[in-house]
């Protein structure tokens, strides 16, 4: 049972370009999260789906986007990434108001 | 929104030591729930208390919502205990679905 799978792990890339983070999840759950963590400041919501077909802003969602492609997956992009975006990235799923659990997380930096 | 503090920021402790660390939320919730993230970065769920006493081993917790606190007892500290605790909270009163975290203790046990 892989639970949250996210990619990739590792990415850098220069600022002004784009990318796509993958996240899917195979316990049937209907809500998905894209978080990001910065030192000293826990965890902030990006987006977050809590349902197939609809998406939500979340804490800090400004320079991103998101596609709840199916039940599954769920994918946040930069489209044109800034040195403010470097964080670890985190995908998370539950069933509705009940424990959440993470991927395994992302480490981006931008250049 | 909704607020989320805990205490102690860090704490170090011999192992075989007992520990408590206290999350404080401004508002009633639905949801609230303890993650370790170990020192690779992972988050794993420890509890979905939104009430009342659930332990499992060395690790319980505790919330009382009418006071607005929760409590994450830690006895015989291990070594592979050291990493961050966060509490995350889903206040009643606004948006569904979305957790707010705290910005963590930071343990370390030495042994």
């Known amino acids: 049972n892989a639970g949250v799978t996210q990619t990739p792990k590792f990415q850098v890339l220069k600022t002004g370009q784009s990318m796509t983070l993958q996240c899917a999840q195979d316990m049937n759950h209907n809500s998905m999260y894209w978080y990001r963590q910065d030192p000293g400041m826990g965890l902030r919501l990006i987006y977050y789906s809590a349902s197939e077909g609809t998406t939500d802003k979340g804490e800090v969602p400004n320079g991103y986007n998101v596609s709840r492609l199916n039940k599954r997956e769920f994918s946040l992009r930069l489209e044109s990434a800034a040195p403010s975006q470097t964080s670890v990235y985190f995908c998370?799923?539950?069933?509705?108001?009940?424990?959440?659990?993470f991927g395994e997380g992302s480490w981006l930096t931008v250049v | 929104g909704i607020q989320v503090e805990q205490s102690p920021p860090d704490l170090i402790l011999q192992e075989g030591a007992n520990s408590t660390l206290r999350c404080n939320f401004s508002?009633?919730?639905?949801?609230l729930q303890w993650f370790h993230q170990n020192p690779w970065g992972q988050l794993i769920n420890l509890f979905y208390i939104p009430s009342g006493t659930k332990q499992n081993g060395r690790l319980s917790a505790t919330t009382v919502a009418t006071e607005r606190y929760s409590l994450l007892y830690i006895s015989s500290s291990q070594t592979t205990d050291s990493g961050v605790y966060f509490c995350?909270?889903?206040?009643?009163?606004?948006?569904?679905?979305?957790?707010?975290f705290g910005k963590g203790t930071l343990l370390t046990v030495n042994p």
């Open positions: 995350a909270v889903e206040g009643s009163g606004g948006s569904n679905y979305k957790l707010t």
């Open positions: 998370a799923s539950s069933e509705t108001g009940n424990t959440i659990y």
């Open positions: 508002d009633s919730v639905n949801n």
